[in-house]
């Protein structure tokens, strides 16, 4: 019987094995498929060529994602952090690409928060979100930015996510809307435009808030918004590469053994 017995456990032990292992093939093709939708360092490279994007999803795939585009006129650039993490923020991600690519494709007269507010129908029509308590609260908090080729200005929407501008070594924070892509608040306002001047040096930053979220080994505390804005003014004075480096190995130090709370994001751009 004990034999019977170890012979079943095995087989169950072979089963759970192999189901694990395709569970995760599954979701490293999913990843494969989902960092495929977001532009790729040559796009990116031929578009703004001085930037840099820190993606350090918490799972195999992402709740944020980031994204470009440019028609003869204008450069967009957003940055979005998706209701949840790993395959749920995944699909939403997915969701929100594929709404921005159909939006910019249009022959709309173009303005960033025009975008977001079309994009907002889109998603609570995809998910038929009317505002019920009942219903799911997916949704999708993004940055954009609309870049006019000609005139070098920058339009900026936010929906519960800011930009950073650090000129001279100062750093300006240009607010959100305390709204999000999704369900419908109970006023439903239209998203503000901010039309922002830029100079030659100018380097600007979209993120989700998964660095400020962090709790950190030593503290068991967040590392929260006003230090992650103190962290890029110390480090702007460095090429965009660097950058990068330096944001990437204060989180990780930052973190140490504990386990990452949510997607990571941080996509910088320099005029």
Known sequence: MA????????????IGDTFI?????????????????????????????????????????????Y????????????????TGHGVPGALMSILGISFLNEILHTKIRYKANRILNIMREKVMKALH??????????????????IDCNSGKLQFAGANRPLVR??????????PDLMTIGVAPLKENAFKNNDIDTQPG????????GFSDQFGELTNKKFKHRYFKKLLESVAVLPMKDQKQQLEKAFLEWKGSVPQVDD????????
Do not use: W
């Open 3 to 14: 034999e019977s017995n170890k012979g079943s456990m095995d087989f169950l032990s072979i």
């Open 21 to 65: 292992d395709d569970h995760l093939a599954s979701l490293r093709y999913a990843g494969m498929i989902q960092h495929a939708l977001m532009p790729d360092p040559e796009l990116l490279g031929g578009l703004l060529k001085d930037y840099f994007v820190l993606f350090l999803p918490r799972d195999i795939v992402s709740g944020d994602f």
């Open 67 to 82: 994204y470009a585009f440019s028609n003869r006129d204008c450069i967009f650039i957003a940055a979005g952090d998706c």
């Open 129 to 146: 979100q009317t505002g019920d308590k009942a219903e799911t609260k997916d949704s999708i908090d993004i940055g954009l930015c609309l």
């Open 166 to 175: 650090i000129r001279h070594r100062e750093l300006t924070e240009f607010k």
């Open 202 to 209: 100018d380097i600007f930053y979209l993120f989700s808030d």
């Open 264 to 271: 990571v994001l941080i996509f910088g751009f320099k005029f």
